[in-house]
């Protein structure tokens, strides 16, 4: 179970780099069709069919990570945190998914108020350096739990 | 664990007892206080294979009479997917709102539908023909008319209907597949008729798998002439549609040259069939004649400011040819322009105004023909987004008042209501809205009156944060959907309906003909 607590937390960090590197691809991707002589209006997002340039892809990759794979992650996140036994793995957890759900609501209000998306960058940050410290914690007190083990059994 | 042993006491009896219920029963319980709301969140969201819409959500009486009976209709307010209770009086049938059986048709019209490659500029994409083509053939009547038209599905394996975007047609013609009609199979027919009451221009749709359908190019335009006739001496139709990305006008992804001698009038019946809202300007200054169906009262000459105009709206434009012998652009968005003038003169792309066209204030007030000020009844449609469950799939969903589809509400109105509805917007994306069967009249925006003409929509751009409060009479029998029409916001569940007491359907969602609407 702390193995599977490490590789979600580690998970979850290298799907938040996955979202930056997406989104800017796709917009990259935009500015490029723009440049071009591209028109991207609302029409043209919601339209269906082959894509009016490749990296929208990046864009889509950027919703479906946000809304299914990092939020499922970060679920499970938690509920392995349950059968860990260390102590504060639940905390992390729910560190986590906390600042998963902070970052979701704050990308869903950046459509309508842009400096939302501001602070949705901001929290992106935040939420790779806790899945980080998450992981790596646990494996710091995997290790710590056998020191103290050697030192109990020295005479009090 | 090897770190607890050391901090706690050996463990016999009930201690041993209490150590297996936090090492074990705890966490268990903990995940199961998580995956448990979540599974019962899932097994609601879930529908019945075959349900009726009499059944969805739960119903809104909008503070005014409640029928004797639980809904008189059958509304049942669950998602049982069970039949209405027949021991109630019996209901009258959306398939009874038809036109005069006994009238003959004025203007009969066969279409045939096909599932085909299309060409837009060169590129093949997957999409659907009526009649051969995509728009399909204009459907061109008098006011007064009855017009009468013919399907024929040849080869659309999902099956297809022909909603009538904007005409206010009996119920049993509204062409909703699982609501009005079941969806048409392939080698099926079915016989749309209804009275072209009133003068506009309008559009018509495929409302089975909806979305795919009208974005693969099921769709053309109806015009409807008054009977007076119109003043300007050239009338166009223009009819913008996405198709895989490509912006075009009545089909081909080029600007539309509209021939025009100096100082002529040319009316433009512009069309929005796509899924999100559409910019329009022009180079000298238009006028804006008519929103969806209805004119304009006394309206005035616009410059520098553009027009929104809403997914599935129409905007009937006055542009009158330079008098100097060259030509005007008006852009439909950045991408495609209807150029009036001598042929072959060309102008170049005017730059988009910042600022736009105000309906609120547009034009001189004139009467409604009702008093909104006196409802019987009150709605309210706030718009929302939350994380939750849709038909079974996990997501982030279109809220109504709250609740997600199917727990949707039915409005109840009874015929001669004046009704009156307050739309809000709470999430970050804007939404056409959409009411079948009725026009609905701006009383206000964000809680500013309407001062201008009277703004009589079918489709109302709905921007994120903003809010409407609108009116209708209650004078068209029957079950009408209400919903937002990106239609991919529709087929994620943003739909209602609105239905006469007293009225059930004999059809079913899905079920044996597979009516998916949305």
Request: proline residues 8%; neutral net charge.
């Amino acid at each position: 179970m702390r193995t599977a607590y490490k590789v979600l937390a580690y998970l979850v960090a290298a799907e938040v780099a996955i979202q930056a590197m997406v989104m800017v691809w796709g917009i990259a991707g935009l500015g490029k069709w723009v440049d071009g002589g591209g028109v991207f209006d609302k029409a043209v997002i919601e339209s269906e069919g082959a894509p009016p340039f490749p990296e929208v892809v990046g864009i889509l990759v950027h919703g479906i990570n946000g809304l299914f794979v990092i939020p499922g992650l970060a679920l499970l996140l938690l509920i392995v945190s349950f059968f860990t036994k260390v102590r504060g793995a639940i905390k992390w957890a729910v560190v986590v998914l906390l600042l998963v759900v902070v970052q979701g609501q704050l990308g869903e209000l950046g459509h309508d108020l842009p400096l939302a998306g501001a602070l949705h960058g901001l929290n992106a940050l935040a939420l790779f350096g806790a899945a980080i410290y998450a992981g790596r914690r646990l494996r710091a007190v995997a290790v710590g739990v056998e020191q103290p083990e050697a030192r109990a059994a020295t005479p009090v | 664990m090897a770190g607890h042993s050391r901090r706690q006491p050996p463990r016999v009896g009930a201690n041993a007892h209490s150590g297996w219920v936090l090492r074990v029963a705890l966490p268990v319980v903990a995940t199961l206080s998580i995956v448990g709301p979540l599974a019962w969140l899932w097994q609601d969201s879930r529908v019945p294979a075959a349900y009726s819409v009499m059944d969805m959500g739960y119903p809104d009486y909008g503070m005014g009479t409640v029928p004797d009976t639980s809904g008189g209709g059958g509304h049942g307010g669950h998602m049982q997917g069970q039949m209405p209770d027949h021991d109630m009086p019996t209901p009258r049938l959306v398939t009874d709102m038809i036109a005069d059986p006994a009238r003959p048709a004025d203007i009969r019209v066969d279409l045939v539908i096909r599932q085909q490659m299309l060409t837009v500029a060169g590129r093949s994409i997957a999409g659907f023909t009526v009649n051969g083509t995509s728009p399909g053939p204009q459907i061109l009547a008098r006011q007064g008319q009855l017009v009468e038209v013919h399907l024929r599905n040849e080869s659309v394996a999902d099956g297809v209907t022909l909603h009538w975007h904007g005409v206010d047609v009996p119920n049993a013609m509204d062409g909703v597949a699982g609501v009005t009609q079941d969806a048409v199979p392939v080698g099926g027919e079915f016989t749309y008729r209804f009275v072209a009451k009133q003068a506009g221009t309008y559009w018509y749709h495929s409302h089975q798998v909806s979305n795919p359908q009208v974005a693969g190019g099921l769709l053309g335009s109806l015009v409807v002439t008054p009977k007076s006739g119109i003043v300007q001496q050239v009338d166009v139709t223009a009819v913008a549609h996405t198709y895989g990305g490509m912006r075009t006008i009545n089909g081909k992804a080029e600007d539309f040259r509209v021939p025009a001698r100096a100082g002529q009038r040319v009316r433009i019946r512009v069309t929005n069939t796509d899924n999100g809202p559409m910019k329009i300007w022009t180079g000298g200054s238009y006028r804006l004649l008519a929103v969806d169906v209805t004119d304009v009262h006394q309206p005035t000459d616009v410059s520098d400011r553009s027009l929104t105009l809403t997914a599935g709206g129409r905007a009937d434009l006055e542009v009158t040819a330079p008098s100097d012998g060259t030509a005007v652009r008006v852009q439909l968005s950045k991408a495609t322009a209807v150029i009036i003038g001598p042929p072959g003169v060309d102008v170049p792309v005017p730059p988009q105004p910042a600022s736009e066209l105000d309906l609120l204030a547009y034009g001189t007030p004139a009467p409604l023909g009702f008093d909104p000020a006196h409802p019987t009844r009150r709605f309210e449609y706030r718009i929302g987004r939350r994380p939750g469950f849709v038909k079974g799939r996990p997501g982030l969903w279109w809220s109504i008042n709250g609740r997600l589809f199917p727990h949707v509400p039915m409005y109840v109105v009874r015929e001669g209501d004046v009704v009156v509805m307050h739309i809000e917007n709470h999430t970050g994306e804007v939404h056409p809205m959409h009411l079948h069967g009725h026009h609905e009249v701006v009383l206000a925006r964000n809680g500013v009156a309407a001062s201008g003409s009277p703004w009589w929509v079918d489709s109302l751009n709905v921007p994120p944060g903003e809010s409407y409060d609108i009116a209708f009479m209650a004078n068209n029998p029957g079950i009408w959907m209400d919903h937002c029409h990106n239609l991919k916001h529709a087929a994620q569940g943003m739909i209602a309906h609105l239905m006469y007491e007293g009225l059930d359907t004999p059809y079913r969602i899905a079920g044996p003909a597979d009516n998916q609407p949305e």
